[in-house]
């Protein structure tokens, strides 16, 4: 009897696994990319009962990671795939673009790209140095493994150990909050985010590069330089539960969702 019993157990732990794995997703990453897929992640829970989806932050190295290492279903990134990374499949969702941002009181409305290298590497420290006040410069840089900072370097040709930073942060939230309390600081954050917070009245500034102004209308028109794709990962090809909610991730119907944290749907960047 008890021999019997066992086939029948091992049956019913496979059924209960799998009925998990149909019913339930991880996934981490990118702080930029987090709010909106947390929404995603609502709305597709809605349209399917039963499905549960934990969506936590750590910056773009740790979607990555996860992915890699199976702790997470699908990794967060908010760039383009590197091509030590192909052996992830990438999903992109979205656009956004990077602002340079400084305190509203700041009376600079325009730096040369030789000027920002010039303050984020320490050879320009006080703002009256580019025809501001005399007011030493705090350069707020991101963190390591934050894919912000891993394209602003690339964008400027700087590595990391070349920023002269001040003050090392995380999310955007955190990059802005620090600017709007500091008149001498200078950063840069995901466009979307700089945007609704000026809107609000934070006091911060959106500095224009190469003489683009950064909004998302020119994300969408792809005249802003410093853009880049919104990105869900998988280890291998997206199947099961996971390549749906990724195609609802992708779909007309969240469009809505993605305009309202100031996002491009990708159909209209496209």
Known sequence: MIKRLIPLLLISCFVQLAHADNTRLTITGASTVAPVIADIARAFEQTNPGTRIDVQTGGSSRGIADTRSGRADIGMISRALYASEEDLSGYPFAMDGISLITHSSNPIDALSHEQIIAIFTGQIINWQEVGGPDRLISVVNKAEGRSTLELFLVFFKLSNS?????????????????????????????????????????????????????????????SFPLSRPLNLVTASPAEGLSARFIEFARSNSVHGLINEHFFVPLANAE
């Open 162 to 222: 070349d920023i002269k930073a001040q003050v090392v942060i995380g999310d955007n939230q955190q990059g802005i909050k620090t600017v709007a309390g500091n008149p001498g600081a200078i950063g840069y954050v995901s466009i979307g985010a700089a945007e609704y917070e000026s809107e609000l009245g934070t006091p911060i500034k959106l500095i224009p590069l190469a003489g683009v102004a950064p909004t998302m209308a020119h994300v969408a028109d792809g």
